[in-house]
């Protein structure tokens, strides 16, 4: 070690002898040219100090600076090295910094990618509403609206059959053959056809058919009394001969004096079921009632069930309570035919404020059950044209709009829409379809009897010539000449657009 420090000592000799400094060479140039050079002065002082004798150093001395130097120049170095890593890690932060924040646009793209990904995000959530809508009314019209299949078959099934056993009742207890009017009942009303609007409390509605016993004859007469079609059946003798007589039967009303004087003094329709020779609807309402009351116990059903007969001028209401507390409400109108036809004219109540007991509107109630079941073989059995018409129905509490209105709609839209298009996706579109065609109807003052002379009803239905080939009724008539019921039927379609919107969403 020794060695090489002197090897260096020489070297550096031998480099520095001979040599002149910068130094030097700048101060001989300005002493030449005479003129005095700022650090002149400093080196002539310098140069006038005292000169300090160093003692001579050996070489353990030197080699302990030389190792001294060594240590510092490497802690020097090190510490710089940090330093400089800190400064290159510092400026490298700050550099990406920098150039992220210079560009501002790129910015501005990410934010408008976020919000285009948000939006498409929210359409996407949107987009599935209207399944979800429809996923959620369908659970609504389960809970809350459409009632039971397997309850609604059973109770419908128990009430034909009980009527079914009333008018056996009243033929047995009228065993007269020319006292037998009834014929046979037809379910018709909503409970029947599938849409009643109420879960609980049902009506259940049977049209029970007056046929002329022998040796009478039905006849229809018009009646302009009211805005609809409405007749007075007229009950005539006939003589029955020359008819073919039932075996034992040879008398005539007409023209066997014995029978003229029993059918004076005994019962007769003429005399209990008739007004001035025209058929009476509370008479025979009456009638039918009066021998419920009576002869009830009769019936095996009357140690199970407790029969209620609940007040009513043209029909027969009844009540009828189970064992086990549950209720069912059925109402027996009564009707005759119009020739083949499926037109009646029944003793249903109409809309005027007073009607005489022997004026019968005309009924289309079996024809618009026809026109149901005819829908229902030729739409898919999931077909949801019955809950639209129930849910409309349901909304229409304390309005002036009448189910009839609604069901004209309804019959209306189905020969105009495909059946295809009556299927669950479809059912809120129809609600709205429904709600469109009134509000057009209130525009032109104008909504026509489906079965008057209209050519889209089905040709299984039965019609009388008159009804194919008469011009069409118009059952908004009285809101043209009404302005004060046109402006109200307007404020109601309102509440029916709100009421119904609040059933679908809410389930009340």
């Given at each position: 070690?020794?060695?090489?420090?002197?090897?260096?000592?020489?070297?550096?000799?031998?480099?520095?002898?001979?040599?002149?400094?910068?130094?030097?060479?700048?101060?001989?140039?300005?002493?030449?040219?005479?003129?005095?050079?700022?650090?002149?002065?400093?080196?002539?002082?310098?140069?006038?100090l005292?000169?300090?004798?160093?003692?001579?150093?050996?070489?353990?001395?030197?080699?302990?600076?030389?190792?001294?130097?060594?240590?510092?120049?490497r802690?020097?170095?090190?510490?710089?090295?940090?330093?400089?890593?800190?400064?290159q890690?510092?400026?490298?932060?700050?550099?990406?910094?920098?150039?992220?924040?210079?560009?501002?646009?790129?910015?501005?793209?990410?934010?408008?990618?976020?919000?285009?990904?948000?939006?498409?995000w929210?359409?996407?959530?949107?987009?599935?509403?209207?399944?979800?809508?429809?996923?959620?009314?369908?659970?609504l019209?389960?809970?809350?609206?459409?009632?039971?299949?397997?309850?609604?078959?059973?109770?419908?099934?128990?009430?034909?059959?009980?009527?079914?056993?009333f008018?056996?009742?009243?033929?047995?207890?009228?065993?007269?053959?020319?006292?037998?009017?009834?014929?046979?009942?037809?379910?018709?009303?909503?409970?029947?056809?599938?849409?009643?609007?109420?879960?609980?409390?049902?009506?259940?509605?049977?049209?029970?058919?007056?046929?002329?016993?022998?040796?009478?004859?039905?006849?229809?007469e018009p009646?302009?009394?009211?805005?609809?079609?409405?007749?007075?059946?007229?009950?005539?003798l006939?003589?029955?001969?020359?008819?073919?007589?039932?075996?034992?039967?040879?008398?005539?009303?007409?023209?066997?004096?014995?029978?003229?004087?029993?059918?004076?003094e005994?019962?007769?329709?003429?005399?209990d079921?008739?007004?001035?020779s025209?058929?009476?609807?509370?008479?025979?309402?009456?009638?039918?009632?009066?021998?419920?009351?009576h002869?009830?116990?009769?019936?095996?059903?009357?140690?199970?069930h407790r029969?209620?007969?609940?007040?009513?001028?043209?029909?027969?209401?009844?009540?009828?309570?189970?064992?086990?507390?549950?209720?069912?409400?059925?109402?027996?109108?009564?009707?005759?035919?119009?020739?083949?036809?499926?037109?009646?004219?029944?003793?249903?109540?109409?809309?005027?404020?007073?009607?005489?007991?022997?004026?019968?509107?005309?009924?289309?109630?079996?024809?618009?059950m026809?026109?149901?079941?005819?829908?229902?073989?030729?739409?898919?059995?999931?077909?949801?044209?019955?809950?639209?018409?129930?849910?409309?129905?349901?909304?229409?509490?304390?309005?002036?709009?009448?189910?009839?209105?609604?069901?004209?709609?309804?019959?209306?839209?189905?020969?105009?829409?495909?059946?295809?298009?009556?299927?669950?996706?479809?059912?809120?579109?129809?609600?709205?379809?429904?709600?469109?065609?009134?509000?057009?109807?209130?525009?032109?003052?104008c909504?026509?009897?489906?079965?008057?002379?209209?050519?889209?009803?089905?040709?299984?239905?039965?019609?009388?010539?008159?009804?194919?080939t008469?011009?069409p009724?118009?059952?908004?008539?009285?809101?043209?000449?009404?302005?004060?019921?046109?402006?109200?039927?307007?404020?109601?379609l309102?509440?029916?657009?709100?009421?119904?919107?609040?059933l679908?969403?809410?389930?009340?």
């Open positions: 070690m020794d060695g090489v420090i002197r090897n260096m000592e020489a070297t550096l000799d031998l480099h520095l002898k001979g040599r002149t400094t910068p130094f030097q060479l700048a101060y001989t140039r300005f002493s030449e040219d005479g003129h005095d050079h700022p650090l002149h002065s400093s080196f002539v002082e310098r140069k006038a005292p000169k300090v004798e160093r003692e001579p150093e050996g070489p353990e001395t030197k080699a302990k600076k030389i190792k001294k130097l060594e240590v510092e120049e802690s020097r170095e090190q510490s710089n090295q940090e330093q400089s890593n800190q400064e890690s510092g400026f490298a932060w700050a550099s990406l910094l920098q150039s992220a924040l210079q560009p501002w646009h790129c910015w501005a793209v990410a934010g408008v990618l976020v919000l285009l990904l948000g939006l498409c929210w359409l996407r959530k949107r987009s599935r509403e209207p399944e979800r809508g429809a996923n959620d009314l369908r659970r019209l389960a809970q809350h609206i459409q009632r039971p299949v397997q309850n609604w078959d059973r109770e419908s099934e128990a009430v034909k059959y009980l009527v079914e056993r008018i056996l009742l009243f033929k047995y207890v009228f065993f007269d053959p020319w006292y037998q009017v009834l014929e046979d009942a037809i379910e018709v009303g909503s409970a029947f056809e599938g849409w009643s609007p109420r879960q609980e409390d049902i009506t259940y509605r049977l049209l029970v058919l007056l046929k002329p016993p022998r040796g009478h004859t039905f006849h229809l009646s302009h009394l009211g805005p609809v079609r409405n007749f007075c059946v007229r009950v005539d006939v003589c029955t001969c020359e008819m073919e007589q039932p075996a034992g039967e040879t008398r005539c009303f007409l023209h066997d004096h014995e029978e003229e004087q029993w059918r004076n005994g019962p007769s329709i003429l005399h079921l008739c007004t001035d025209y058929l009476d609807v509370q008479k025979i309402a009456r009638c039918f009632q009066d021998m419920l009351r002869s009830w116990r009769i019936l095996p059903e009357s140690a199970t029969l209620t007969v609940l007040p009513s001028d043209r029909s027969c209401k009844l009540q009828v309570t189970q064992g086990g507390g549950k209720r069912l409400f059925i109402e027996l109108m009564f009707g005759v035919r119009q020739g083949d036809s499926d037109i009646f004219v029944s003793s249903q109540n109409t809309e005027a404020a007073y009607t005489p007991s022997t004026m019968w509107p005309e009924s289309y109630a079996v024809a618009e026809k026109f149901f079941r005819h829908i229902a073989s030729q739409a898919h059995p999931d077909s949801i044209h019955l809950r639209c018409l129930q849910l409309c129905a349901r909304s229409l509490l304390d309005t002036d709009f009448s189910t009839c209105t609604l069901k004209t709609i309804v019959m209306h839209l189905l020969t105009i829409i495909p059946l295809t298009d009556w299927s669950r996706r479809d059912l809120l579109e129809r609600l709205e379809d429904i709600l469109q065609y009134l509000q057009s109807c209130l525009e032109d003052g909504l026509n009897h489906f079965f008057i002379g209209n050519d889209q009803v089905p040709e299984e239905i039965i019609l009388p010539q008159a009804l194919r008469a011009e009724l118009n059952l908004f008539h009285h809101l043209e000449q009404d302005s004060d019921a046109c402006e109200n039927a307007w404020l109601e309102l509440m029916l657009r709100h009421r119904l919107r609040t679908v969403l809410q389930g009340r």
